[in-house]
């Protein structure tokens, strides 16, 4: 598994990049998920867990869930900007929408 890591991780910047057909666009996203890691591994030391192969697997797949909601964000902000005029309008509007559709999934979840 370590020695696909590097080659999934260019991939992921590639399809990040296609996605997102800018550098201005991407540089937030990937600024994003150090700060997301910082927590990560934050948790697992409050709670006294080890870095195992679960664990790995596990941070892996909250990078992807992360970085693909930042893409969302992004989109949502760039729509915004079109009917707004203001930029802290639009990105304050933008993450207020994700935001309560984040949290209606997230109660959805635990109801279940």
Same mark, same amino acid.
């Not at 934050?42 to 790995?56: D, H, K, S």
């Not at 693909?68 to 005029?85: F, N």
């Given at each position: =598994?370590? $020695? %696909?890591?590097?080659?999934?991780?260019?991939?992921?910047?590639?399809?990040?990049?296609?996605?997102? /057909?800018?550098? *201005?666009?991407?540089?937030?996203?990937?600024?994003? @998920?150090?700060? %997301?890691?910082?927590? #990560? #591994?934050? $948790?697992?030391?409050?709670?006294?867990?080890? +870095?195992?192969?679960?664990?790995?697997?596990? &941070? +892996?797949?909250?990078? !992807?869930?992360? $970085? %693909?909601?930042?893409?969302?964000? =992004?989109? /949502?902000?760039?729509?915004? %900007? /079109?009917?707004?005029? !203001?930029?802290?309008?639009?990105? @304050?509007? $933008?993450? @207020? *929408?994700?935001?309560?559709?984040?949290?209606?999934?997230?109660?959805?979840?635990?109801? &279940?």
């Amino acid at each position: =598994m370590f $020695a %696909r890591i590097p080659l999934t991780l260019f991939f992921m910047i590639k399809l990040l990049m296609t996605e997102l /057909q800018s550098f *201005s666009g991407f540089s937030p996203v990937l600024s994003v @998920v150090p700060m %997301r890691l910082i927590g #990560i #591994i934050a $948790a697992l030391l409050t709670f006294n867990r080890p +870095l195992g192969f679960v664990a790995i697997s596990g &941070v +892996l797949a909250l990078l !992807g869930l992360i $970085a %693909r909601d930042a893409v969302i964000l =992004m989109e /949502q902000i760039e729509t915004e %900007r /079109q009917e707004r005029s !203001g930029a802290w309008e639009s990105v @304050v509007e $933008a993450r @207020v *929408s994700r935001f309560r559709h984040l949290m209606l999934t997230g109660i959805r979840r635990f109801a &279940v």
